[in-house]
């Protein structure tokens, strides 16, 4: 998963954000194996809630399917989170 948080925020408000997605996995049933941050300061192509930049988190984190839309719905309530993107990551199938 990757967020993007408003990059004029402070360094202890974007902390206690993305404390907050990493609380809500554990509420959904998931588990966070890694977050940090991939971008501090990026340039948008285009605004975001009037913010041309933003700060990019990457985590990684294991959910229960059922829980994804749940998951989503709470991301799309907070308004701090100024995007989000969910990717699946396949299993890799060792061949020996």
């Known amino acids: 998963m990757v967020f993007i948080l408003d990059a004029r925020l402070?360094?202890?408000e974007k902390t206690e954000i993305s404390k907050q997605v990493t609380d809500l996995?554990?509420?959904?049933g998931g588990?966070?194996?890694n977050c940090a941050v991939w971008f501090e300061?990026?340039?948008?192509?285009?605004?975001?809630?009037k913010a041309w930049e933003g700060a990019y988190y990457l985590m990684n984190a294991e959910l229960p399917g059922a829980?994804?839309?749940r998951f989503r719905k709470e991301l799309l309530i907070?308004?701090?989170?100024?995007r989000f993107l969910i990717v699946k990551q396949e299993?890799?199938?060792v061949v020996a």
């Open 91 to 93: 299993e890799l199938k």
């Open 67 to 69: 829980e994804i839309a």
């Open 31 to 33: 588990k966070v194996l």
């Open 78 to 82: 907070n308004e701090r989170v100024l």
């Open 25 to 28: 996995v554990a509420k959904v």
């Open 41 to 49: 300061r990026q340039k948008m192509a285009f605004a975001l809630k």
């Open 10 to 12: 402070s360094d202890g």
